[in-house]
């Protein structure tokens, strides 16, 4: 046998017991077959079985006890209470978040710093492995094609298969409609760029998405913070008191898997948004970056899946389920998208061509949805483990969300912890994190920090547990 | 011996034997040794000689003549005039090119048309081999590190490398000064975004690359067009009047291989550009994307190079000596560099990584030095020819530009000729070039086009001779 297909069986192995308990098979607390039983009943070697535990162990869903054997790992019923509904001034603002972000960005390059702050993804080994043996056949098979330009709106064959995926997202988009961009930032740069002119008042979810912040003052844009459940998103009533007594040029929301807070809107009120923003003639620009790494059953719909008017801005990328380096996003533009495909050609030309023609063959191949099977997994289980952490060390009166979604946890300190103390405290203890203060134009969450659970290890833990301490101490003065 | 021995072998003996030409040895219209003598001076076979022959045939250094052999293709050495210098009005205009350039980028990626019109690069066979060969060397070596994100200001090897270059340009930059961008062309965006507002006056060459106007179109700024003379530049007696008279926030020039006149300013008036911007205070953008490519003894100097107080931002990328699918740009941005360092995290995060490395190693590994070496010959040749092509086929009154390197064009036709309507029935024909209507905010330019001479071949020549005959029949009229 050979040590790659070794490889494969014993993380086969883990991925279906993984499943087993994830449909209650074998139940929480409870023993998992021995690895002498495993090995039997699988017919594989006792040290493939053995890795497979090992890596459901570091995985957190068993537990090894001495003498014993190893057990599905119980978790924690108690929880800590959510964050409750912001409650921003409804004035417009002008963003200036410049400096603390470059610094969370010069953070995030640290190998020597445990990386809470970014929302970097976990680069899992096997999809890597898969895209690279993808870009090596395609650069020994294509070797020019990987090097013409791909002129916007960028490769058809990525672009069909962009819009064969949203088809479970409940939208039926034309390939013609999408748009590829170097990542789903330049996205987000060309979609307001298209809609807004500067002084604009773009309506945002509070907390909102740092980039999305950065963008506005990039643009000159001011942001009008609206009031948004850590479960329902952005508070439909207050936005509609908001357009009725400013100029809304935008509203930006991520509604699935938000950042920070790791919500789903319902669909319903997705639906609402869309028909209120409809009624009034406002673009949406709909930031769907997370969508695919749902903890769910089913990929949750996009707003876009509502639109009748061409009003919604739809855009994503790969920058979280595959590849932060290949710099892939799309955009879907309504109305909007033959001036995006302009500003497009005209501020950035291309995409790269070699990731546009790998993902194509990727998403073609079906490894994308294996893929995604397994990370969706792996996130839930991490922000699950991470919950647990920050419940175990932080203190009292901390709450928590409760992501649905995505990688990231967004916790609420209490009312006296300044996150911005924390992070520098943090720093010195070689951690980084994402503090509140960069989610707000108008520094709305001071006592807030933004985690990623992409990867969850035993240094993280570690990490959290130093972090848990300084925060008692800072609550504490 | 192996294929890939033999095919490095034939293409070797063309560039000594070229280089022979270049430097007199084998003089103009004199015969070069039949392909039996080659053979036995070099110890190669008779098979090998004839390719190496092949190839320097099409690339139109040798000719045969029946019974007789090779002979060095003489040149021509009549010339037909150059444009004069421009003479747009001196006022502020706003532009809008908008559909015809959208129009030409679709046409640029359509194969059944003959593509004189975008600037699209050769790409040279064993380069594309060779950058390749590093990319399957980076997958297999260091799979991970090509996926993860490479934020701003980049893959410090990669701007190592450049600064390291730019002192064959007069320029020490340090590698802390330059970031890295997805291309060229987000270089030019982030360059006004920083040192301008909308409504702000941009002063640019008449005529001026359509990238830059696009550019200034969105982003609501002014073009101010100054006479530039074909081989000299930019008027600066015309420019410091302008100066004089309106409050001018950059000025944007491609000081080398200009776009679209192909001519570099001569030393001098570089820093005479400089010294006048920086008495006023004015940020000058300096585009040298193909710097590289000249066709004289040595790398021209940058504006740059004079540059004292940080005024000049300069930018280039690997776009049009490498490959424009990498997306490889960069900016060194003297006393901006951090404001646009902020907008490159914020609008587009980070320029793809696996290009970074490779291009990195290709230049430490000096491939890079052979192949410019190869590219400019080629170039400087492709040029002549589509000179003598266009001086062949083209009417009387017909005036050319003299590239001292690049692989561009700017023809000036008779002054009844429109190039739009040219641009029309060229496409009916089978070719697109660009009119020299988008390289004027004010249409100084109806009858001007510019050519793209990279590939030169049997085929091209064909065009131009189509070409030729519809500009004559557009000039009797």
Redesign the interface.
């Known amino acids: 046998m050979s040590p790659q297909t070794k490889l494969l069986h014993y993380q086969e192995l883990a991925e279906r017991i993984a499943d087993l308990i994830g449909h209650g098979i074998y139940p929480q607390g409870e023993r998992i077959p021995s690895v002498r039983q495993m090995s039997q009943q699988q017919n594989l070697s006792i040290s493939t079985v053995l890795q497979a535990y090992g890596l459901l162990e570091r995985q957190g869903l068993i537990e090894p006890r001495p003498q014993s054997g190893y057990y599905v790992r119980a978790h924690v019923e108690e929880r800590l209470p959510e964050p409750e509904t912001s409650s921003p001034q409804l004035d417009p603002s002008h963003v200036s978040l410049?400096d603390l972000?470059?610094m969370l960005?010069?953070d995030?390059?640290n190998p020597n710093l445990a990386q809470l702050g970014?929302a970097?993804p976990h680069?899992d080994?096997r999809l890597?492995?898969t895209?690279?043996r993808i870009?090596?056949k395609i650069?020994?098979q294509r070797?020019?094609d990987?090097?013409?330009?791909?002129?916007?709106p960028g490769l058809d064959a990525l672009r069909v298969q962009i819009a064969r995926r949203m088809v479970n997202a409940g939208c039926s988009l034309s390939p013609g409609e999408i748009l590829i961009t170097?990542?789903g930032?330049?996205a987000i740069?060309f979609s307001l760029?298209a809609v807004c002119?500067?002084g604009d008042i773009v309506a945002i979810e509070s907390p909102s998405y740092f980039?999305t912040l950065?963008?506005l003052?990039?643009h000159?844009l001011r942001a009008l913070e609206i009031p948004t459940h850590p479960r329902d998103g952005i508070s439909l009533e207050a936005l509609e008191f908001a357009i009725e007594h400013n100029r809304i040029h935008a509203v930006v929301v991520i509604s699935n898997f938000n950042n920070p807070l790791g919500s789903k809107m319902p669909d319903e009120r997705k639906k609402d948004l869309v028909d209120l923003l409809s009624k009034h003639e406002i673009p949406l620009i709909e930031n769907d970056v997370c969508g695919e790494l749902y903890f769910g059953e089913k990929r949750p719909v996009v707003c876009k899946a509502f639109d009748t008017k061409g009003l919604v801005i739809l855009l994503s990328s790969f920058?979280k389920d595959i590849?932060?380096?290949?710099?892939l996003g799309w955009v879907a533009a309504g109305r909007y998208s033959?001036e995006i495909?302009?500003?497009k050609?005209?501020?950035?030309?291309?995409?790269?061509?070699?990731?546009q023609i790998a993902v194509a063959e990727f998403l073609e191949g079906g490894g994308y949805d294996q893929h995604l099977r397994r990370i969706r997994r792996e996130y839930a289980h991490n922000v699950e483990l991470m919950s647990d952490a920050v419940m175990h060390y932080f203190p009292e009166r901390t709450r928590l969300t409760r992501p649905s979604g995505g990688f990231i946890l967004w916790v609420q300190m209490p009312a006296n912890v300044d996150s911005l103390e924390l992070y520098k405290m943090a720093l010195q203890s070689g951690i980084t994190l994402a503090p509140g203060h960069v989610f707000s134009a108008t520094s709305q969450f001071p006592n807030f920090i933004r985690l990623n659970a992409a990867t969850f290890n035993y240094a993280t833990e570690r990490a959290i547990e130093r972090l848990g301490g300084m925060v008692k101490d800072l609550a504490k003065v």
Chains 1, 2 share one sequence.
């Open positions: 410049h972000v470059m960005m010069r995030s390059a970014a970097l680069l080994e890597i492995q895209i690279n870009m090596a650069i020994r070797g020019v990987a090097h013409q330009y791909q002129f916007p170097c990542g930032t330049e740069d760029h002119r500067p980039g950065q963008t003052e990039a000159g920058s590849s932060p380096g290949l710099r033959s495909e302009w500003l050609f005209t501020l950035s030309a291309s995409s790269p061509t070699l990731p």
